[in-house]
């Protein structure tokens, strides 16, 4: 059964670095054709996709945010973490984790969703 | 403002098909599949068409099609259940990175 679970403080204060975590279960990030997605989502807005790593250790950003972002995994441990620096108010937002899969010749994907963490920035 | 289109909003009935549409360009839809999430009162997105694949668990009612740089969701035999807001997304080659649309609020009268 595949499962993703986000944890990381519900309040950051603007301008400090906020650090999320996504614990893999029911999938390896190490294995060929596997990714994990960080999308968020104001309150009231749509979903806004934030970076990708992937299985070989590619990574993408955000055009908008990639002087703020880094995304890694431990693939021991099996997750992936996202920092994000200089967070201001507007940062407000649920942020999912989520499987994304790149079938043989295909288009990546996403299959799977976490349930999100709510994160306030606010002072 | 999204890179992809999606109609704000779309109403049936019960029972009624409805098509739900996103449309693109070249960059994204026009050269990869196209996903398609349920979002039910703001709660965790599900995948409801990956790709031209169906997930398990979801229902046959759904499916999905694409045409050069649109796509579209279809539910057939709307049920009460259906009421979510709609999101389309696919990857972009042009800035490297996933896009969404801006989601459609499905309502059964």
């Known amino acids: 059964q595949v499962t993703l679970r986000e944890s990381g403080p519900a309040l950051v204060k603007p301008t400090q670095t906020l650090t999320l975590t996504c614990t893999l279960s029911g999938f390896s990030i190490g294995a060929s054709g596997m990714c994990v997605s960080w999308i968020r989502q104001p309150p009231g807005k749509a979903l806004e996709w934030l970076a990708r790593i992937d299985w070989d250790d590619d990574e993408f950003y955000s055009t908008s945010l990639k002087t703020r972002l880094t995304i890694s995994k431990d693939t021991f441990k099996n997750q992936v973490v996202l920092t994000m620096t200089n967070t201001d108010p507007v940062d407000t937002a649920t942020y999912f984790c989520?499987?994304?899969?790149?079938?043989?010749?295909?288009?990546?994907?996403?299959?799977?969703w976490g349930q999100g963490t709510l994160v306030t920035v606010s002072s | 403002q999204s890179a992809l289109t999606q109609e704000a909003s779309v109403s049936g009935t019960v029972g009624q098909k409805v098509t739900l549409s996103c449309s693109g360009n070249?960059?994204?839809?026009?050269?990869?599949?196209v996903d398609w999430y349920q979002q039910i009162s703001h709660g965790a997105p599900k995948t409801v068409m990956f790709g031209n694949s169906l997930p398990s668990g979801i229902s046959d009612r759904f499916s999905g099609s694409k045409s050069g740089t649109t796509a579209s969701l279809t539910i057939s035999g709307l049920q009460p259940e259906d009421e979510a807001d709609y999101y389309c997304?696919?990857?972009?080659?042009?800035?490297?990175?996933?896009?969404f649309g801006g989601g459609t609020k499905l309502t059964v009268l």
């Open positions: 070249t960059n994204n839809i026009g050269g990869y599949a």
């Open positions: 989520a499987r994304t899969f790149i079938p043989a010749g295909g288009s990546p994907g996403i299959d799977y």
């Open positions: 997304s696919t990857w972009d080659y042009s800035l490297s990175g996933r896009v």
